[in-house]
Nanobody
Framework: QVQLVESGGGLVQAGGSLRLSCAAS?????????MGWYRQVPGKQRELVAT???????EYADSMKGRFTISRDNAKNTVYLQMNSLEPEDTGVYYC????????????????WGQGTQVTVSA
């Protein structure tokens, strides 16, 4: 099974920055078509933050556009989320997801979620 290990969360003041990372490990895989980030903000349902395909195509939620940047290092099997100009409203648990996973001989695998990392932005 492919596992996602997240890191980079923490406490930051409004206007600051954080860089989240999510590394895929475990079963030998040859492709993860899409990786992305969701977040769980207090009082709101889990929402999409950003996604990136293996080819580098990206999508962002409107509230994050211009502030967040998703990137991917296929050689390191890692996806990143650079968060700038953070606001208290960004406080929540951020989850990494891998979708379209194929292991050896292109065997399809179920989607995988990370354990989540806490981001807290103080006013």
């Amino acid at each position: 099974q492919v596992q996602l290990v997240e890191s980079g969360g923490g406490l930051v003041q409004a206007g600051g920055s954080l860089r989240l990372s999510c590394a895929a490990s475990g079963s030998i895989f040859i492709s993860i078509s899409t990786m992305g980030w969701y977040r769980q903000v207090p009082g709101k349902q889990r929402e999409l933050v950003a996604t990136i395909t293996s080819g580098g195509n990206t999508e962002y939620a409107d509230s994050m556009k211009g502030r967040f940047t998703i990137s991917r290092d296929n050689a390191k099997n890692t996806v990143y989320l650079q968060m700038n100009s953070l606001e208290p409203e960004d406080t929540g648990v951020y989850y990494c997801i891998a979708h379209g996973i194929f292991t050896g001989n292109w065997v399809p695998r179920p989607d995988i979620w990370g354990q989540g990392t806490q981001v807290t932005v103080s006013a």
